[in-house]
């Protein structure tokens, strides 16, 4: 059984992702390759620990994971892309239908429109 993260789970999830992006590309002096490169990589660890908390494992975490371990890896916003992958909405039925029928209603049929009543058609001369 799959469980759903809710929506404030989705909503902070994303805003998580953003803001260590956006993190990564503000502060990218500090976390070029050397000894501050630790502590991009514990801000990668700390991101994918709380994302897995909140929306639950997705594949797309796993490349995202392993792209921000790269040198220059942080230039791209790889975290905000995987998590808004992983929690994208399937299509569903279009809105008109779906509120059609959960009050019981429909658009009319032409057996609705006559009531029964057989369509004479359009008058002739004879008539």
């Not at 990589?41 to 700390?46: C, E, I, N, Q």
């Not at 991101?47 to 796993?62: H, M, Q, S, T, Y």
Request: hydrophobic letters at 45%; glycine letters at 6%.
């Amino acid at each position: 059984m799959v469980v759903r993260p809710s929506r404030d789970a989705i909503r902070i999830g994303r805003a998580v992702a953003i803001i260590a992006d956006a993190l990564q590309l503000v502060l990218f002096p500090l976390f070029v390759e050397g000894f501050s490169s630790v502590l991009n990589d514990v801000l990668d660890v700390v991101v994918c620990a709380v994302l897995l908390r909140l929306i639950g494992w997705n594949p797309v975490f796993l490349p995202t994971f392993v792209v921000e371990m790269l040198p220059f890896g942080d230039l791209a916003p790889t975290w905000t892309i995987a998590v808004f992958v992983a929690t994208r909405s399937r299509p569903s039925a279009p809105r008109e239908k779906v509120l059609h029928s959960e009050r019981g209603e429909g658009p009319p049929s032409r057996t609705d429109a006559f009531q029964g009543s057989i369509d004479p058609g359009p008058p002739t001369d004879d008539e």
